[in-house]
């Protein structure tokens, strides 16, 4: 089967906020093969634009401060380098995968609000939902009881993109089975 792409995204937020007006502000990127194997990983902070400054909840959440934002480029260049990265190790067929929706949703409101084409064009795999099926458990659950429910270990630091995205791809052989 195909390597597979798989991403995670942190984005602008707050405590209690279900209407806040999320931005992207790091993207972690990985080629897996479908056994979970790293080919090539990819990050990047993105500057905010919306909500320039960051909440102390979304800070906290991710340990990502406001340094780390104010000195990245805006989201059509981190696109552009994510393009790249997507071009890099893509085969025909191949698909890209992330722990749920949002992320998905996320590039798509992004791409839309700075008037680009979305830097991912593969077909969507969503591994959460893939995750509850192979497994018949009713409800979806997050990636770190994903990890905890197969005897893996969560690496690095979560809420992370490249580090959730590299524990994702951890998680493929129990998703794809
Ligand atoms: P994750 O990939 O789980 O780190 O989550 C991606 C993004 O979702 C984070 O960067 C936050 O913007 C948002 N998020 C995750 N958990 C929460 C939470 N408990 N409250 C508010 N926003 C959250
Ligand atoms: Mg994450």
């Known amino acids: 089967m195909e390597n597979i792409l798989v991403v ?7 405590e209690n906020a279900p209407d806040f007006d999320m931005q992207i502000i790091e993207v972690g990127a990985v080629w897996a093969t479908t056994t979970g194997e790293i080919l090539d990983t990819f990050q990047r902070f993105v500057r905010p ?9 979304c800070t906290a ?7 780390d ?7 059509p260049d981190v696109a552009e380098a994510l393009h790249a990265f997507v071009a890099h190790h893509r085969q025909p ?17 992004d791409s839309a ?17 893939l995750f509850a099926k192979v497994r018949h458990i009713g409800k979806a659950v997050g990636m770190a009881k ?16 490249l580090d959730d995205a590299l524990n994702v791809a951890r998680l493929l052989p129990w998703v794809l089975r």
């Open 146 to 161: 994903a990890c905890e429910l197969v005897g893996l270990q969560l690496e690095g630091t979560h809420h992370r993109a």
């Open 69 to 75: 934002v104010d000195g990245a480029s805006t989201f």
């Open 49 to 57: 634009v919306a909500n320039p400054v960051l909440t102390p909840f």
């Open 8 to 14: 995670d995204l942190e984005a602008t937020c707050d």
């Open 113 to 129: 609000r700075h008037g680009i084409a979305p830097p991912i064009d593969l077909p969507h795999l969503n591994a959460k939902r």
């Open 93 to 109: 067929g191949a698909m890209w995968a992330s722990w749920g929706a949002w992320d998905s949703k996320q590039l798509l409101k």
């Open 61 to 67: 959440l991710t340990g990502i401060c406001q340094a």
